[in-house]
């Protein structure tokens, strides 16, 4: 592993959005030069973020593990969980309330965004709180497990 | 277009001027939604145009992260003095139009600009 990060994430802080996202890109800069492999990265921890502001009601952290090929992303919180997991899975379907939408979040396309961009997604959800995992490969390099 | 053929087509004001002030920008990409925004992908060679109603920093970011130079932000909104300010330290540029997002599209298409056909492999 080359580094790993760690950013806690704020329930309903809408205006701090894409900031850990962003933050990433800019450190990952010097390991991964291909621009379009980090706009791939980019928008994954984007959305992952955002599902952590809008959807949790204690917040919850994002884990950066950086690898020479990969980076894997453990998006984590403690509820109150996906209902009803396939249809989360579903574009255009959204629980966020009102006031995301307004700030033009919660149009129901984000963990497809990450499902369709990532390399390996693996997504767990109860009342207890949710898990997503996801990994994004750098494409010269692909992982092999 | 030129950053400057953009501002003359729909009337722009421009909010932060600093960043690429030299590209030929072809292709722009329209949505209130920053995560529809985050399904497209700006290529190296060919810089994108957002155009947008959203005011907030989440669109300096989305821009950021998509290696959008460009924002139009459409509708004449107020802008907080944090977007702006984000948008400096990260050298978007950022314009505003009084015009709705159809005129401004309308206009842009008049000129030659084209949506963009990039997304995400």
């Keep these: 592993m080359i580094n790993k990060l760690f950013f806690p994430v704020i329930t309903s802080d809408y205006p701090s959005i894409g900031s850990k996202a962003l933050e990433v890109k800019k450190k990952l800069k010097d390991f991964f030069p291909k621009s379009d492999y980090l706009r791939r990265l980019g928008v994954c921890i984007f959305e992952a973020e955002a599902n952590l502001v809008i959807h949790t009601n204690q917040g919850g952290s994002l884990e950066i593990l950086v690898f020479k090929d990969r980076v894997r992303i453990i998006a984590s919180d403690k509820g109150p969980g996906i209902k009803d997991l396939s249809k989360a899975l579903t574009p255009g379907y959204s629980t966020a309330p009102e006031s995301a939408r307004q700030l033009g979040f919660g149009g129901g396309v984000g963990i497809n965004n990450i499902k369709r961009f990532a390399d390996y997604f693996f997504l767990t959800s109860s009342k207890q709180g949710t898990t997503l995992l996801f990994e994004v490969w750098n494409d010269d390099d692909k992982a092999t497990n | ?121």
């Excluded at chain 2, 053929?5 to 329209?30: H, M, S």
């Excluded at chain 2, 130079?69 to 009084?98: D, S, W, Y």
């Design chain 2, 1 to 121: 277009m030129t950053v400057d053929e953009i501002i003359e087509a729909v009337g722009a004001e421009v909010l932060q001027g600093k960043g690429r002030t030299d590209l030929d920008i072809n292709y722009a990409f329209a949505a209130d939604l920053m995560s529809d925004t985050l399904f497209i992908v700006a290529r190296d060679d060919e810089p994108i145009l957002l155009i947008t109603g959203v005011t907030n920093t989440s669109v300096v970011r989305t821009a950021t992260i998509l290696d959008i130079p460009l924002v139009l932000i459409v509708r004449g909104k107020k802008i907080p003095p944090e977007t702006i300010q984000l948008a400096i330290e990260n050298e978007i540029i950022l314009l505003q139009t009084p015009k709705i997002m159809f005129d401004s599209c309308g206009l842009l298409f008049e000129k030659g600009m084209k949506g963009c056909p990039w997304r995400l492999k």
